[in-house]
């Protein structure tokens, strides 16, 4: 049975550290890193924090209910209102994104998901730990895609000097209540491949993603299980177009766990305004944009709408008439 590699970012040389996350692109999409160099600490008042706030009551969560935030898209939904490919996940969560300020040009604009996060009073320490690991992981997504730029054949810096230069960054905090609690939900988050290029996801002891490979010939479910202090990484659908399949974007889902489970993915994506267009040199890849509609942020709006059709309805209809 295939498991997924286990990446020591600090144990080896950066040469091999690159040949091996290469590998793992080609091969699975996935793989999990260690080593990473992200405060344990840190992460320790992010998961304590984010599971007190998951208790408290509903009332007190819809402070920061999503539709608060407007098109910043920000903010705490409940279990069964986030759709994936079209059926209800049986999670509750909240969303953050780069921390903008009010007259930031996007964010006077009206730019979906631009703006400012939603943060609970309480527990208070949730702001800090969600802004100090999110800084962090920013470091860590610039590092793998120079590792990943290393072992594509371009500048350690290709990624960083360009398409990365000001990367789209979201962060998510997911709790999947125990199997069974969520009406109508089949699955903790139904099958699916990510927008972006990569995502950096850190999951609690308790397991239920599950990555489909390609196991001689055929499609096949393995689990992911919990690796204390590792991250999972995963590319996506951007980084699989630019490498003309060369790097695999792999679907992915979580199954609706034993006991209640939390996960943080963060999503590194390419600057709002770049133009995704395929990697040079790499054999495969179609000339052309890899993003259908034109700039990255473009292409993440159109996904998000489909995502919480109910949200776009009022969000997307005001931002549509003013652009
Ligand atoms: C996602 C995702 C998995 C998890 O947010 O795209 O696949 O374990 N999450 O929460
Ligand atoms: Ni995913």
Request: hydrophobic share 40%; proline share 8%; net charge negative.
């Amino acid at each position: 049975m295939t498991t997924l590699p286990v990446i020591d970012l600090s144990g080896d040389a950066p040469a091999s550290v690159a040949d091996r996350i290469d590998d793992a692109c080609r091969r699975y999409g996935f793989f999990v890193v260690t080593g990473h160099g992200i405060d344990p600490s840190l992460l320790h008042r992010l998961e304590h924090a984010a599971r007190e706030f998951f208790e408290r009551p509903t009332v007190e969560k819809a402070a920061i209910a999503m539709p608060l935030a407007g098109t910043a898209w920000r903010g705490w939904f409940p279990a069964g209102d986030e759709l994936t490919a079209g059926v209800p996940d049986g999670k509750e969560g909240i969303y953050f994104g780069e921390e903008l300020p009010v007259d930031h040009p996007r964010v006077a604009a009206g730019v979906p998901l631009h703006g400012r996060n939603l943060f609970p009073a309480e527990p208070a320490d949730l702001r800090p730990a969600v802004v100090g690991v999110m800084e962090q992981l920013t470091h860590l997504g610039h590092r793998l895609l120079s590792a990943m730029a290393l072992g594509l054949g371009l500048d350690p810096d290709w990624f960083s000097r360009g398409l990365t230069a000001e990367p789209t960054v979201l962060f998510r905090i997911f709790h999947y209540p125990e199997a069974g609690t969520v009406d109508r939900a089949r699955w903790g988050v139904a099958e699916h491949t990510d927008y972006g290029l990569l995502t950096i996801l850190r999951q609690d002891d308790v397991g239920g993603l599950q990555v489909c490979i390609d196991e001689d010939g055929w499609d096949t479910w393995i689990d992911v299980p919990p690796v204390a202090d590792a991250f999972v990484c995963n590319l996506g659908d951007m980084l699989e177009r630019m490498t003309g399949g060369l790097y695999r974007s792999t679907r992915h889902r979580v199954v609706a766990p034993p006991r209640s489970r939390l996960s943080f993915p963060f999503f590194f994506d390419p600057s709002w305004d770049a133009v995704v267009e395929p990697i040079p040199g790499l054999g495969r890849s179609d000339a052309g944009e890899c993003a259908a509609d034109g700039t990255y942020g473009d292409y993440l709006t159109a996904k998000v709408a489909r995502v919480f059709p109910h949200l776009w309805d009022d969000v997307g209809r005001r931002y549509s008439k003013g652009s």
